[in-house]
């Protein structure tokens, strides 16, 4: 394969994209932050897969949303360079809505009227949200100021952004050891420029990949029984293989939809999982919970 027809670029800055319901990666390489009390004291994974159907992880409500509920329209989930979740969606009147967990638990809100929420970008500690025509917010995340920019400026990040141009469609979701792992169970192997084959075609290693974190790729898998199933996969080039599925009960009223839930993995090593559904009291909400992977890490390891 010609070398001149894609290029592998390093990113320059921390920078990435937002996860949403009907695509995109999530890098690995990035950040999250804090529950409620009983919450807090789930320090491992263990402690996580203890919880059952009759006694399920608990959550923490982050706001509640005004109107009905799209399962279809986009959402973005990041976390911060210091570990702080990040979640950006749009209620059914149109409002832009973003919520920013302290690390003391609370929880900072702000609204965008007028804006068609088509991508959002966390930069280091800038966070682009799109777009109102030609305009975008820039907001800084830890003073919470922001204003209207050009697009053009959201555009830049985005080549930024792009840490791997692969030849195809395919989305990276992790880089290790010379390997570049897709969302999609591809492959492809940079020193030889080209995708691990099975004969002549393209060799799947595994279904799907939402996220990384350390040496394993995983994949979020939604339950009917208002749990998820998180499958592991050993990052491993050409000896990748799926290993283990473990099971999460979560404690969701069974007014959420487990299919919308929308993620997101900090540098620390914690798993945030942010549901929208109807409560207990019928009104529309937002959830966080959050899975500590770094036990799991240091256990597939073994």
Not at 12 to 35: E, H, I, M, R, Y
Not at 52 to 75: C, M, S, Y
Not at 218 to 231: G, S, T
Request: glycine share 8%.
């Amino acid at each position: 394969m010609n070398l001149g027809k894609f290029v592998i670029m390093i990113a320059l800055a921390a920078v990435t994209v937002g996860c949403q319901s009907n695509a995109a990666w999530t890098p690995n390489f990035l950040k999250q932050a804090q529950p409620e009390k009983k919450q807090q004291q789930q320090k491992t994974f263990e402690d996580v897969l203890k919880h059952t159907q009759g006694d399920p992880l608990e959550g923490k409500v982050l706001a509640e949303i005004k109107g009905v509920f799209d399962p279809d329209a986009n959402r973005f989930a990041f976390v911060t360079d210091d570990d702080r979740p990040v979640f950006v969606y749009e209620e059914s009147d149109g409002t832009v809505k973003l919520l920013i967990v302290n690390k003391d638990g609370t929880v900072k809100q702000e609204s965008f009227q007028g804006y068609d929420l088509k991508k959002a970008i966390l930069n280091n500690k800038i966070l682009y949200i799109g777009y109102k025509g030609n305009s975008v917010i820039k907001l800084n995340v830890d003073s919470f100021h922001y204003s209207e920019v050009d697009k053009s400026e959201m555009e830049r990040a985005r080549v930024v952004l792009d840490e791997f141009k692969l030849p195809g469609k395919e989305t990276p979701v992790h880089s290790q050891d010379g390997f570049i792992y897709t969302q999609e169970g591809y492959i492809f192997d940079i020193k030889n420029h080209e995708y691990l084959l099975s004969g002549k075609s393209k060799k799947k290693f595994y279904e799907k990949a939402d996220f990384a974190y350390g040496t394993h790729l995983f994949e979020i898998e939604p339950r009917l029984d208002q749990a998820i199933n998180l499958k592991v996969i050993a990052a491993k080039g050409d000896k990748t293989a799926k290993g283990k599925t473990y099971g999460i009960h979560l404690d969701l009223h069974k007014g959420y939809n487990v299919k919308n839930i929308e993620h997101a993995i900090g540098s620390n090593g914690t798993l945030y999982l942010f549901a929208i559904g109807a409560r207990e009291d019928n009104k529309l909400a937002v959830k966080m919970f959050e899975v500590p992977l770094r036990s799991l890490e240091e256990k597939e390891m073994e």
